[in-house]
């Protein structure tokens, strides 16, 4: 058994470099061996202050680099697919930001590539499901407590975007995360989804239609909602209402107290993903190493991956229809039952 994760973090933006500060400052067991990234200097500057690291351009170079026996994959989800393969083929601990990949082809081949190997090695970057508030409501479901569930309402709201986010890009990196919760809170794969388009804000860029109305349902007939709504300017906002035979359950929405004093109440939203799921980054960051020194996968798998791409697929084409779509799947490998 491993006795310490040496991890080379494949990409230093946005997220690699939250992701390098959580490996070098909060988590145990592991420790940063490598960083990578096409921008010399941010990779340089992502290594600074943590001894023995080493800042290269090259995902391939840090594999084959002796002092490396896991990996972090922080790139944008159309570089993911090489960089698995060449990880898979190495046999070492994987944990992938998601997407998996950017689409459900690509994705199986992954899904295959790691059944061939025998076991499985990847761990995809679903960090809601290690949300405290998140974890609890699973367990309501899972436990009975409240009867069956019956429903599930989403929102999913972020202050703004940048120019260049795209219609499809409400789905494929916004609701990607409401699509894997549902299958998470579930245990069911999702067999349908619907987008319906209605009145648009002003604030939206130019070819971007915001907000945006998600249906979906899964195999026993649950029925779930999700409106997108990606520059709703108050803050970052993300919250589920489980409807039950015998109850609702509410989380997420305002974070901090809530306040009521001199005439006024209030509390605060927060700023972005970095602030609502700071925690659940740790504990799923955590939960990787510590499965991963085990030979285990700690969290959501590659198919789990896979199956999120069919759904992100679906309401790409149902975007574009207004139709209900069929998710699509292959059977499922007993690797991952």
Request: proline letters at 3%.
């Amino acid at each position: 058994m491993t006795e310490k994760l040496r991890v080379a973090v494949i990409g230093a933006g946005r997220m690699g470099a939250d992701h390098i500060a959580r490996l070098h400052t909060r988590i145990h067991g592991a420790e940063v061996a490598a960083v990578v990234d096409v921008d010399a200097a941010r990779a340089q500057a992502a290594i600074e202050g943590i001894d023995g690291a080493v800042a290269l351009t090259d995902a391939a170079e840090a594999l084959d680099n002796g002092d490396v026996n896991a990996v972090l994959i922080a790139t944008p989800g159309f570089l993911h697919e090489d960089i698995l393969l060449s990880a898979l083929a190495r046999d070492i601990p994987i944990l992938c930001e998601k997407p998996l990949t950017p689409d459900a082809e690509s994705a199986w081949k992954i899904v295959q590539a790691e059944e061939r190997l025998g076991h499985k090695r990847i761990q995809v970057g679903f960090m809601r499901r290690f949300d405290d508030e998140y974890a609890a409501l699973g367990r309501i479901i899972r436990d009975n407590e409240l009867g069956e569930l019956l429903m599930l309402h989403h929102q999913h709201r972020n202050p703004e975007t940048p120019a260049s986010f795209t219609n499809e890009m409400l789905i494929n990196d916004s609701v990607v995360h409401e699509f894997d919760a549902i299958r998470f809170f579930t245990g069911e794969e999702i067999t349908s989804v619907q987008v319906r388009l209605g009145k648009a804000t002003k604030n939206a860029p130019s070819g971007q239609h915001d907000p945006q109305h998600v249906l979906i349902e899964t195999e026993s007939g649950v029925l779930a909602d999700v409106e997108i709504y990606v520059n709703a300017k108050f803050g970052y906002e993300v919250a589920t209402q489980a409807s039950f035979e015998e109850g609702v359950v509410s989380i997420g929405g305002d974070r901090g107290p809530y306040t009521r004093s001199a005439g006024r109440w209030g509390g605060n939203i927060t700023a972005g993903f970095e602030e609502r799921f700071g925690a659940a980054y740790d504990t799923e960051i955590q939960s990787w190493v510590d499965a991963a020194l085990r030979g285990e996968v700690g969290g959501p798998t590659a198919w789990d991956g896979y199956a999120t791409a069919a759904c992100c697929e679906a309401g790409v084409e149902a975007q574009k229809n207004g139709e209900k779509v069929t998710v699509r799947l292959k059977a499922k490998p007993a690797l991952y039952n």
